[in-house]
């Protein structure tokens, strides 16, 4: 897989990426070997590229992508309110309104990332694209398909 249009993407994300509360997603594991962090840029860039293609808004799509899962607690050893599958959407987007400036569709796309297991649905199709790459990316990353196509190696991130 060939990783394109890098420098659009990262024109999209790059002050987000720079953000020491994004980058500690690093540290918590998502997925079987694959972090936190490394799963939200995945996410972001499937979602980048499919909205670009469609002619819709790649930039909040892009944003509102790398910031879906900023809970920032380790779900499997630290207390957390609720059920981790239902709660951490709410606690993605009070940690990321707390440190960003949020468009109303950039919200919407942390807080239904998990529709249609949270029950109210996505207000703007950029979410249901987030949504949906959310769950094609956690599937590559649990069957190995994340490593298989060296995403992360070949996508050359500008320095943090
Ligand atoms: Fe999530
Ligand atoms: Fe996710």
């Avoid at 990783?3 to 079987?32: A, N, R, T, W, Y």
């Amino acid at each position: 897989m060939e990783i394109k249009d890098q420098q659009g993407f990262l024109d999209c994300v790059s002050d987000l990426l720079s953000d020491p509360s994004v980058q500690s997603m690093e540290h918590l594991s998502q997925h079987v070997d694959v972090s936190c962090l490394q799963h939200s840029i995945f996410v972001s860039y499937v979602s980048y590229r499919a909205c670009k293609a469609l002619g819709w808004n790649y930039e909040e799509a892009a944003r509102g992508g790398l910031l879906h899962d900023l809970f920032l607690y380790d779900w499997r050893t630290e207390p957390h309110e609720g059920l981790h599958g239902f709660s951490h959407p709410k606690a993605a987007l009070k940690n990321a309104e707390e440190r960003f400036s949020l468009t109303d569709r950039e919200k919407d796309i942390i807080v239904k990332h998990m529709w249609p297991l949270t029950l109210r649905p996505p207000r703007f199709r950029e979410s249901f694209i987030v949504s949906g790459a959310d769950k094609v990316c956690a599937l590559a990353e649990m069957f190995h398909i994340y490593h298989a196509i060296k995403f992360a190696a070949k996508l050359k991130l500008s320095p943090a």
